[in-house]
C-alpha cells in the first residue's frame, strides 16, 4: 500500500477534472443534500467552464441544483425536491426555469430517486417499492414516450406498476417498479480521501455512496487530502472505496456555502442573499459575475466571500456546527 | 383560571404534539413540524423518537435546524443512516408502523391526498414548488401521518392540480386497491382547526375548531364540503404547554416568531 | 438522552433473552459469517435450553450454524453455504444431517440470501438479481409447492425468473426475483452497544444490520456494553439504532470460538477439535456435554474452556487479530 | 539453465497468477485461490486490487487468511463494506468488467459449468458439500472466472448432479439467452493442465499441459471428449516466481505444504 503504483494516483487539478469529464450534454449526479456537502466548488467551475445540456439527476440536491440551474447548465432534470428546507422553501432558479419551460423536469419522489441509484450501483434495471402508488408521480410523466424512445440513455418507461408476482407475500398485492440510473459522473465533496480516491464522510451520507458506485466516473472534493496508511486504519468508517473513484481533487471548503459536517456550518447569510439575487434576472447576474465569472478559481472565489466570514463558520468539536451562529 | 394568550401557530404545535403518543417515532420535516416533534417529547411523550428521511435517529437537537440535512439533526443521534435507510424504517412494516409523520403542502383535497409539486399543468406550471422530496413515500408508508394546512379556500380543494402524496385517493377503498398501506393523512392541523378523515367515507371532517372561531368560518375557509356536525371547541394549550413550547422548545422563536409561512 | 426512559432500557440476562422471544417453531437468522462474529454464546442457550423445529435462514454462517444443527434444533433451513473456508470446507453436522434426511434445505446464493434480508429490511415483497439464472438454484426446490401452499410463513415460490418489464434497459433480458424474509428473530453478537440496543460493529459487519432489520426481534449479545453518550458521540460509527432491538445481553466473549474482530481472534485449535468431534456421534455427545450441557451458562463455558486459552487469542491492536497465532 | 523442481501446487499457482493482468481488480477465496491473487500482486500485477465477498477491498494480507471472514482480510483495507456491496460491486457493469474471479468446484461439466452443492439427487444426497457461497453469483456476473480442480474424472464430468454456478449452460448461445451477463468459467487450472473454453463451441478444450504430462494423460483424466488439437507444453513456474512464492507469498507454507485440498 505504501509503495503504490502512479495507476492508482488520482489527484489533479478542479478545472481539469471537471474539463475533462463534465461535457456537453453528460448526465450528471451530485452529492449532499439541500443544504449539506453540496460539491459546490465543482458545480461553480462547471458554471465557469459554462458546460451546456447537462441531464441531471437529483434527489434533494438544493443549492447545488440551484447554481446549475442558475448557471444554465441543466437541459433536463429528474428530482426528487428542489427546494433548501425551511431556509428556501422551493429553490428560485429552479422554479423559474420550470415556470419558464427552460429545462424540462420529470418528478419522482426522494425514496424512488434513491432507489433508482441503488438500483445503478447495483447493476440491476429496476428496484421495487410501494411507494407512489396511485400518485401523479407515477401517473404523470415529464419525458414523453417519443422521447423516451429517441433516446437510448433514458428508459422507455417513467416507472412501471406490477402485481406482485409472489401474491400477498410481504403484505404487496403490487409494486412500483423504478428503473436504473447510471450517471456518466457524479460529484461529491467529503471531508476525507487519499490519493487513491478512498473516501470517508463524516455525519450522514445522503444518497452519496449509491450515485458515486451508480456512475461511470467520480470526481471527489475533499477537505482534506491525507495517506492511504491514516485512512486504512479504520477501514470501517471508509464508505467509498477507490475502485469506484476517477478523480481526487484537494479543495478545502469545497462545500461552501453549504455545510460540511465536523468541519464548517452553512452560511445562512449567503444562502439567503444567494436567494434574494435569484429572484430578480440583473441582481443574479451580478452576483455571479461577483462570484463565478468574476473570480477564476476557487481560490479567488473564497477571497471573494472574505477569510473572516469562512471563519466564523468553523464547527464546533462537539456539535460538528457553528453554536449560536446568526441564522435568522 | 387566567385567560391565556397565544398564537394559532402556537396552537396548531400543541393540536400536533398532542397526536405524538409517548413512545411513537416520529417523523417530521423543519419548521413547525419539527417543533412540533420537539414539543410532543418535552411535553407529553418523552419517549417518542425524532428522525428524518435524512437517516438521522434520535439526534440532539440542541438548536432548531432549517433543514432536514442541517448538521444540527446529525449530533449526538442514535446513527447516522443514509436516505435509504431512513425510507426503509417507515416502509418496513416492524418499524413503519410505530411511525406517526408530519408533512405540509400546498394543496390538499378532501381525501387526504397532498400537492407539493405545482399549480397549472404538470409540463408548464404556473407555480411550480420544491416536489414530492420524501412526502409521496412517507404517505405511502406511514398509518398515521398529520398535515399541517394554513387554512384558506385556495388550499383545501376539491381537486389537487398534482397528486404528489396519496391519501385516501379517491375515497372509499381506493387505496388498498391502488396497493399502498393502510394510512396516509388522517389528520390535517391548521391555524382554526383539527380536521380528521372519515375512517367510512374516508372525507375530511371537522374534529374541533378552535376557540374563537366558529364552524361556518371554517367551512368558508375551505374549498370543499365539510362535515361539521361533529365538531367541537378544541382545548387550548395550557399553561404548562406554552411555558415549556416558548422556553424550552423554541427559546430563540426561530419558528414561533421568525418564519410564518412553512 | 440522559435521563432516558425505562421503556428504552432493554438490557436482559442471555437466558431470559433466548427463553423469551426463541421457541419451538421460531424463524430465526443468525449474524456473523464462517469463523467470525457468530452469536456463539446465544446459540449455546438455544441448544441448552433444546429447542426444536426452528426454520433457520442463513447466508454463510458456518460455526453458528453447524452448532444448532448439531444441537438437534433446526428442522428446516435456507442457505447459501455451509462451511467454514478452508479451516473445514463443510460444516460437518450440516453435512450429515442433510445426508441422512433429518432436516430439510433449500439452497440459495449468497447474494441472494442477502437480498431476501434486505428486502425483508425494506418491506418489499422481493428484490432482483441477475444471479443464477439458468442454475439448478433457481430449478430446484427444497421446499416442495405443496409444502409452501400449506405454510403462509413460506412464500408460494422459491425464486421467479421475469423478462425485463423495462426491455434492455439495465443491460438485462431477465431478471430473477428473491422473495422477502422476515424472521421472527435475529441474533447478534457485536463489539459495543448500549442499554437501548444502538449497536457499533467494528470490521465487517456480513449481512447482519440487514438481518436484524428484517427481523420482528432482534437479540443482541455483546462484548462491551457502554453508555449511550459514548456510543452518540460518533453516530457514523453505529450501524444499528435501537428501534431494531428487543433485548440487548452484556456477553463477553460472547463470539467465542469464532473472532471478533479488534477483539479475539478465532480459536483454531478449538475449531479444529469441534470438526473432529463433528465426524462420530459419540465424540459429538461428549462435546455437547462437555461445552454445553454440562455447563450451564456462558460463564461456566468460558471456564470449561479455559481463562488462559482465551488470552493467547486477543487481538493485536493494530491489525485487529492475534498475530501469529498457532493456526496449523 | 538449471532445472527447478516444483510441486503440482505451486504450478497451479503460478498459471492462475499469469491470468491475472495488472489493474485487474481480483475476487478470490481462501486457500490456493487466495495464493494466486496475492502471487500475481507480488509478482507480475502489482496494481492488481484483491477482495472478498465479505467486503473488504484491498486489504494489507498480512497473514493468509482461513476463510473470507478471517480477520487477516479486514486489517489495512481501503473499505470495509457487507456482503450485499461485495456483490453488487460485480453485477455492476462499470467494476464488475474490470473483474478477475477464482472459484474452486467438486464438479465441472464441458461447458464450465460447476457443482459445489452435492452429489446425489439433491433432495437426499449421497454427498452434500458446502453449496454456492458466493460461487453462484460469481459466475454469473463475473467476465473472467478461473476455476481450481483437481484432474480427476469423477470431477470433470458430461453432466454435473447439480448446477450451482453457471457457465456456458447448455453451450452455443444458452447462457445468453438465460440472461446471465457474458461470462463465467474461461479458464481451468488443474494439477495437470490449462483449460479454457473455446469461443465457438463453449466447451473446454486442452490448452497447455504441464510439463511431463502428456495430453493423452488430460483426456484419460477427464470424464468428457477433450480437444487436445490445439495444445502445447506450459511454461514451467521461473526461478523468480517460485521465490517470491515461497518466500514471499506464504513463507510458513500454509497453503503451498499444509492443505493439499480445497
Excluded at chain 1, 453540496?38 to 441544483?65: C, D, F, K, W
Excluded at chain 1, 429572484?279 to 477569510?307: N, W
Aim: with cysteine; aromatic share 8%.
Amino acid at each position: 500500500m505504501t509503495q503504490r503504483q502512479p495507476q492508482h494516483h488520482k489527484v489533479v487539478p478542479l478545472t481539469d477534472a471537471v474539463r475533462r469529464y463534465v461535457r456537453d450534454g453528460t448526465h450528471l449526479a451530485i452529492g449532499g443534500f439541500t443544504l449539506n456537502r453540496n460539491p459546490m466548488a465543482a458545480i461553480r467551475e462547471i458554471v465557469r467552464q459554462r458546460v451546456r445540456n447537462l441531464h441531471l439527476y437529483a434527489h434533494s440536491n438544493g443549492t447545488g441544483l440551484d447554481e446549475l440551474i442558475g448557471g444554465g447548465c441543466v437541459a433536463r432534470l429528474e428530482i426528487a425536491y428542489g427546494g433548501n428546507g425551511v431556509a428556501t422553501p422551493t429553490c428560485i432558479r429552479f422554479r423559474k426555469a420550470v415556470e419558464a419551460g427552460r429545462i424540462v423536469v420529470e418528478d419522482y419522489s426522494n425514496y424512488m430517486m434513491s432507489l433508482r441509484f441503488l438500483a445503478g450501483a447495483m447493476g440491476v434495471p429496476f428496484l421495487p417499492t410501494l411507494s407512489g402508488l396511485g400518485s401523479d408521480i407515477a401517473a404523470r410523466w415529464g419525458f414523453s414516450k417519443a422521447m423516451r424512445r429517441d433516446d437510448p440513455r433514458l428508459p422507455d418507461d417513467k416507472l412501471i406498476v406490477m402485481d406482485n408476482p409472489f401474491g400477498a407475500w410481504g403484505e404487496a398485492s403490487r409494486v412500483l417498479l423504478v428503473p436504473a440510473v447510471n450517471p456518466d459522473v457524479t460529484l461529491l465533496h467529503v471531508q476525507t480521501a487519499d490519493a487513491m480516491g478512498t473516501c470517508r464522510i463524516d455525519g450522514l451520507p445522503f444518497g452519496d455512496i449509491e450515485q458515486a458506485k451508480a456512475s461511470r466516473h467520480v470526481i471527489v472534493t475533499c477537505e482534506t487530502l491525507t495517506t492511504t496508511e491514516a485512512l486504512r486504519a479504520h477501514p470501517e468508517r471508509n464508505q467509498l472505496a477507490f475502485p469506484h473513484v476517477s478523480a481526487v481533487c484537494h479543495v478545502p471548503w469545497g462545500g461552501y456555502p453549504t455545510a460540511v459536517y465536523r468541519r464548517y456550518d452553512y452560511d445562512a447569510e449567503y444562502l439567503k442573499a444567494y436567494a434574494e439575487a435569484a429572484g430578480d434576472e440583473e441582481r443574479f447576474a451580478a452576483y455571479q459575475e461577483r462570484y463565478i465569472f468574476g473570480v477564476d478559481s476557487h481560490e479567488a472565489f473564497l477571497e471573494a466571500v472574505g477569510r473572516p466570514r469562512l471563519e466564523a463558520l468553523k464547527a464546533d468539536p462537539e456539535t460538528g456546527y457553528a453554536v449560536n451562529m446568526k441564522r435568522g | 383560571m387566567e385567560k391565556l394568550c397565544y398564537t394559532p401557530r402556537e396552537m396548531m404545535t400543541i393540536m400536533a404534539a398532542r397526536e405524538i403518543g409517548d413512545g411513537d417515532i416520529v417523523f417530521c420535516g423543519t419548521g413547525i413540524s419539527m417543533l412540533a416533534a420537539v414539543a410532543a417529547k418535552k411535553i407529553n411523550a418523552p419517549n417518542s423518537v425524532i428522525f428524518f428521511e435524512t437517516g438521522a435517529v434520535d439526534a440532539r437537537i440542541a438548536e432548531l435546524p432549517l433543514a432536514v440535512s442541517d448538521p444540527r439533526i446529525m449530533y449526538g443521534a442514535a446513527a447516522h443512516g443514509n436516505l435509504l435507510d431512513a425510507f426503509a424504517f417507515m416502509q418496513n412494516r416492524f418499524t413503519g408502523d410505530r411511525i406517526i409523520a408530519i408533512l405540509g403542502a400546498a394543496q390538499i383535497d378532501p381525501f387526504g391526498n397532498l400537492n407539493t409539486t405545482c399549480i397549472g399543468p404538470y409540463d408548464r406550471p404556473v407555480i411550480r414548488f420544491s416536489g414530492s422530496g420524501g412526502g409521496c413515500d412517507v404517505a405511502s408508508f406511514v398509518p398515521r401521518c398529520i398535515a399541517f394546512m394554513q387554512h384558506e379556500k385556495r388550499k383545501f380543494v376539491e381537486r389537487i392540480d398534482y397528486l404528489t402524496s396519496p391519501g385516501g385517493l379517491d375515497g372509499g377503498r381506493s387505496r388498498e386497491k391502488a396497493g399502498l398501506r393502510p394510512g396516509g393523512i388522517g389528520v390535517v392541523i391548521t391555524n382554526k382547526a383539527v380536521m380528521r378523515i372519515d375512517p367510512e367515507t374516508r372525507r375530511l371532517y371537522l374534529d374541533r375548531y378552535y376557540p374563537g372561531i366558529a364552524p361556518r368560518e371554517i367551512q368558508d375557509s375551505t374549498g370543499f364540503a365539510v362535515d361539521v356536525s361533529r365538531s367541537c371547541e378544541a382545548s387550548p394549550p395550557t399553561a404548562t404547554e406554552l411555558r415549556i413550547l416558548r422556553e424550552v422548545c423554541d427559546p430563540q422563536g426561530l419558528i414561533l416568531r421568525n418564519r410564518p409561512s412553512d
